[in-house]
């Protein structure tokens, strides 16, 4: 079968760094795509990976490894306006977006 | 970069009437269309694939005579909810398959939230 699995939540702190990792079995491998939520409003759109390594884009960046079907989020420098939900998903071989339940993140001051 | 067009973002109807839901590409054509519903808390689960010109492909469990997908053109696909009830209030998100090298190849339209009363 086909899953995608995410923790539910975490809880940072203003300012530290946190790590979202997102763990994939699907069939066929078109990339990896983090989007952030929040609450009433669509996805937004951080990152794609399809090749393997870490893509930085300001704060945020994010890991790919095909091999062990891994990836991670990685957010710097934690702003309260991080609080959302964060959602990996796998485009298949037909590019529908497989996705998991998504990570709650909450930031304390 | 690519832009999807989702409208309205907001609507309100009452229970038995219709309401259509329209995707655009604004600077892209765009043969593929994904439809998704999210319900509060809850993942997006994806309800039919578009594909311009042909019947769009329904996932397990959503009704095709509920739900008319037509994607007529390159740029544009409606999502009809008829007969709509209560229970189909929901957060409805459109997506876009973008053929271009690099960058995403999905593109999401902001989401139409339903509220039938």
């Known amino acids: 079968g086909q899953n995608i699995d995410q923790p539910t939540e975490m809880t940072a702190t203003e300012g530290a760094i946190v790590q979202i990792n997102c763990t994939y079995q699907t069939s066929g491998f078109n990339g990896l795509f983090w989007y952030q939520q929040h609450a009433g409003e669509a996805p937004t759109f951080l990152s794609y990976?399809?090749l393997d390594g870490l893509e930085e884009k300001g704060r945020f960046s994010s890991f790919l490894s095909r091999s062990k079907g891994y990836s991670y989020l990685l957010l710097k420098e934690l702003q309260m306006k991080d609080s959302a939900s964060y959602l990996c998903?796998?485009?298949?071989?037909?590019?529908?977006?497989?996705w998991g339940a998504g990570t709650k993140l909450i930031i304390k001051p | 970069g690519a832009v999807v067009s989702q409208h309205p973002s907001r609507v309100i109807c009452k229970s038995g009437t219709s309401v259509k839901i329209e995707c655009r590409s604004l600077d892209f054509q765009a043969t593929t269309m994904f439809w998704y519903r999210q319900f509060p808390k809850q993942s997006l689960m994806l309800m039919a694939t578009?594909?311009?010109?042909?019947?769009?492909?329904?996932e397990q469990g959503v009704e095709k005579d509920k739900f008319l997908i037509n994607h007529a053109s390159l740029t544009l696909s409606t999502l009809t909810v008829t007969s709509a009830h209560p229970e189909d209030s929901s957060f409805y998100i459109c997506s876009a398959r973008v053929r271009e090298v690099g960058g995403s190849p999905l593109h999401f339209g902001n989401g139409t939230r339903l509220t039938v009363t």
């Open positions: 990976n399809v």
């Open positions: 998903a796998v485009a298949d071989s037909n590019y529908q977006l497989i």
């Open positions: 578009s594909n311009e010109g042909s019947k769009a492909t329904y």
